[in-house]
């Protein structure tokens, strides 16, 4: 009886080793790739899912902009030829029921005439009708096609007013603006094209500003190294159409003191500031000779523009010293809008793409720690 329970034992161990070896891991195998299956449908769905608008605006971890680059990476400069600028004739008109406003600023101007206090002079400026952009055929390199309007700095002030209840209690933001496109809207209100550039010394330093607390639009706010508005009086001869790069020289030469020969110029980027609808050519400009000191002391000496600035930082023009310094705590929420993207492209252009990026992501993990 021993042998043959010995021999059952046996047979039933090597039968039960049979049955895992040929049911119990395949079945375990299989059940396995059931549930990795499942697991990987059910992410796949979950991307599926997930949509995103294809125009963001500018952002770097914390610090997020209402600036859209349209046009320009950073790594290549857009060359001026490749701008082409038409003036239509015909000047910008308000609404009806925005026209009111435009006579509130000018009666509120001729108040403070009278009271002897500094008005606000109603410029000649432009308005951006559209801003298209195409490629070249053969090497698909970018041509700018920009088309203005007349208007001046009372319709920029009435336009600016896009939070204001209407008669019909809409405001024009809601009327007239579609959160879906927004390089789409009306061109009175896009009163507003300028160029900012940042500029560095020839030591290697940043330049930044902050805004005066005087002026009318974003007081005290830090700023593009230069911030240069494009007048229709000044920056058009005649009936011919504005030059960009000659704007950015005139807003070097008056909020610097820097000759054109003292520095190179390229045009890096078409940005829009999606919430107040202001256009800019975002500019990259290296100083030849001048250092971070010789600068001081030449803007010591004078500035025609110097109102419009109460404090100027120079930065070290280094990947991970500028994200450091844009993410300050006590500058995080203080950026013009338009400043961000221009000193990222800066970046981007003096050090090509993915330095800058290693750099903002190894930041941004030590602020996460």
């Avoid at 950073?74 to 609404?95: M, N, T």
């Avoid at 005649?238 to 807003?251: F, T």
């Avoid at 971070?292 to 120079?314: K, N, P, Y």
């Amino acid at each position: 009886m021993g042998g043959i329970d010995l021999a059952n034992g046996v047979v039933g161990a090597v039968l039960g080793m049979l049955v895992a070896v040929l049911f119990q891991d395949p079945i375990q195998n299989s059940w396995y790739r059931l549930r990795t299956r499942s697991r990987s449908a059910v992410r796949n769905r979950r991307r599926r899912e997930e949509s995103s608008p294809a125009w963001r605006t500018f952002s770097l971890g914390p610090l997020h902009t209402s600036a859209l680059i349209v046009e320009g990476d950073g790594e290549s400069s857009i060359p001026a030829q490749a701008v082409y600028i038409q003036v239509l004739d015909q000047e910008i008109e308000l609404p009806f029921d925005m026209a009111d406003w435009w006579v509130e600023i000018e009666e509120e101007n001729t108040r403070l005439r009278a009271e002897g206090r500094a008005p606000l002079w109603n410029g000649p400026r432009y308005a951006v009708e559209t801003l298209d952009i195409s490629r070249t055929a053969l090497e698909e390199k970018p041509e700018i096609h920009l088309r203005l309007r007349p208007t001046d700095y009372y319709t920029f002030l009435a336009a600016q007013q896009l939070d204001r209840r209407l008669p019909d209690g809409t405001t024009p933001r809601s009327r007239y603006l579609d959160p879906g496109d927004p390089l789409r809207a009306p061109a009175f209100l896009q009163c507003s094209l300028a160029v900012n550039i940042a500029v560095v010394t020839a030591d290697d330093m940043l330049v930044v500003s902050r805004r005066s607390n005087h002026v009318r639009m974003a007081p005290g706010v830090w700023n593009s190294s230069v911030n240069e508005g494009m007048s229709r009086h000044i920056d058009s001869s005649g009936r011919s159409a504005p030059d960009l790069y000659a704007v950015a020289r005139r807003g070097m030469r008056e909020e610097l003191s820097i000759e054109p020969h003292e520095y190179t110029l390229e045009l890096l980027a078409f940005v829009l500031d999606i919430e107040k609808r202001h256009w800019s050519a975002h500019f990259y400009a290296r100083l030849k000779d001048l250092t971070c000191a010789g600068l001081q002391e030449r803007m010591s000496r004078g500035v025609a523009d110097r109102w419009e600035h109460q404090t100027i930082d120079f930065v070290p023009f280094r990947p991970s010293a500028v994200i450091k310094y844009m993410l300050r705590a006590d500058r995080i929420h203080l950026w013009a809008p338009l400043a961000p993207a221009l000193f990222h492209l800066a970046l981007v252009h003096a050090y090509s793409r993915t330095p800058v990026e290693r750099a903002g992501a190894q930041i941004l993990r030590r602020m996460a720690d």
